[in-house]
């Protein structure tokens, strides 16, 4: 059983890796421009060791408590250096723990947080990488600032000088099909050009883009996502909705 699981996750690794490799190559990218994230969520730390060493680098928990534990258990299950994202709803009473293992927050949506995430990191004496999560797809279950709400979001991580941007993050349309994400991935790509044509960021803020996972991961890669995030294609389904991690 736990022969074949391994060979199982580190074959679903590799063909995710082959996918991202042909979006590339019909879209005319440098596969090294996309980055692989693997979404860890209800996935237990001796199955997220086995992606591990079979190559996995990057990972991202959703949950806080959920990503202590995974930290020190994939850590020692493996002894490989690997980072770790934070991609999940942020309260504000969690900033102090999720700053004990995750080294970038891809979910800024909303300036309590900005400010609660800046006066942790005085007292820290220390800066965080982040990202700014985008509501693409309007709908009222998934966070993320509104595109329009997005600019006065972005000065308020930039007036933050604990907070260091590095990006913009979007969960999408999860539609039927994978172009029925294209508009809500390419409204992620927009809302960059918007801010860097009005003149509100710099290339340095918005390097990353990270969008596209399990089901349109192609259709991200062609709209410039240089961060795709996947789950099921290479842990299998999950036990659990996704509303838990996601909810109204
Ligand atoms: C679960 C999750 C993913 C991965 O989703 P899959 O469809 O399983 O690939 C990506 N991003 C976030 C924020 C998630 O919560």
Known sequence: MAESGLSEVAGRLAEVRRRIAAACERSGRDPAGVRLLLATKTVPPERIAEAVLAGASLLGENKVQEGIAKHRQVGSLTARMVEWH???????????????????????????????????????????????????????????????????????????????LRGLMTIGLLGATPEAARPSLRALRLTRDRLLHEGIVRDEHVQELSMGMTGDLEVAIEECATLVRVGTAVFGPRPTPDTLYWPV
């Open 86 to 164: 934070f991609i999940g709803h942020l309260q504000t009473n969690k900033v102090a723990d999720v700053l004990k293992w995750s080294s970038l927050v891809q979910s800024v949506d909303r300036p309590e947080l900005v400010d609660k995430l800046q006066r942790r990191l005085e007292h820290e004496d220390r800066t965080l990488d982040v990202y700014m999560q985008v509501n693409t797809s309007a709908e009222a279950s998934k966070f993320g600032v509104h595109p329009d709400a997005a600019p006065d979001l972005a000065r308020r991580i930039l007036a933050a000088d604990r907070l260091a």
